[in-house]
């Protein structure tokens, strides 16, 4: 079982909310990601960081926003949440060694009403 | 066009009773091949990483084979569980890229009835 976290693990929020989901990892991995799943459909990188202070966007455009202050944690943040956004939202993380594999949080599903 | 594309979609199998699904991908240059599984609700698990290399992978009653030449992948689920009711998910690395770009299926939806 992989030490990475997310909270909240279900948010129902009204349109126009800011909301930051928060994500955290006790492995010490430099590399970590948001993903946003849709039921049924793939996931798709939202946003990535290598490391402190880095961070990119990937490839499904999204309003959201992230931050990399420390290692172990990675938030998005959504100022203004709109209905559009409602979907489940997973976190990952990864060391650059070996297979690179992934390690995936919970996940958290947001609603916005 | 996605990738890697997943069959079938869904399946409904009996508690005991013996699966496979498919995966092929059209991903290139290829690092390796990955099986997760995602419970509802849940984040994806990893069931097993196959290298180029590496034709056939096993973890418990989950088997991954892996032909590179055809480009498919095949996880067996032998004498199934309810349990194992879940989303079963293919991913495809990318070694031409920094990142080791994932390239994600979209999944199998396999059900287990009593």
């Known amino acids: 079982e992989a030490d990475i976290y997310q909270t909240p693990r279900y948010l129902v929020i009204g349109t126009g909310k800011k909301i930051t989901l928060e994500c955290s990892q006790t492995?010490?991995?430099?590399?970590m990601y948001w993903y946003q799943q849709d039921p049924g459909m793939e996931l798709h990188l939202i946003h990535y960081s290598y490391g402190v202070n880095s961070t990119e966007k990937g490839d499904l455009s999204s309003e959201s926003t992230v931050s990399r202050i420390r290692t172990e944690h990675f938030p998005l943040t959504l100022e203004s949440a709109r209905p559009s956004h409602t979907s489940q939202y997973l976190c990952?993380?990864?060391?650059?060694?070996?297979?690179?594999?992934?390690?995936f949080g919970p996940g958290t599903r947001l609603t916005v009403l | 066009k996605n990738q890697v594309e997943q069959s079938p979609q869904s399946l409904i199998i009996l508690e005991g009773k013996n699966c496979t699904l498919q995966?092929?991908?059209?991903?290139?240059?290829?690092?390796?091949l990955r099986w997760y599984k995602q419970d509802t609700g849940r984040g994806p698990v990893s069931l097993t990483i196959m290298t180029f290399s590496e034709n056939t992978k096993s973890n418990g009653r989950y088997t991954a084979t892996l032909d590179a030449d055809t480009k498919q992948s095949s996880l067996h689920i032998t004498a199934s569980q309810l349990s194992d009711s879940a989303s079963y998910i293919c991913?495809?690395?990318?070694?031409?890229?920094?990142?080791?770009?994932?390239?994600f299926g979209r999944g199998t939806q396999l059900t287990v009835w009593p």
């Open positions: 995966c092929n991908y059209t991903v290139s240059p290829f690092s390796n």
């Open positions: 991913v495809v690395i990318d070694r031409g890229s920094t990142l080791g770009r994932l390239y």
């Open positions: 990952a993380s990864t060391v650059t060694t070996g297979y690179n594999e992934q390690f």
């Open positions: 492995m010490g991995h430099d590399k």
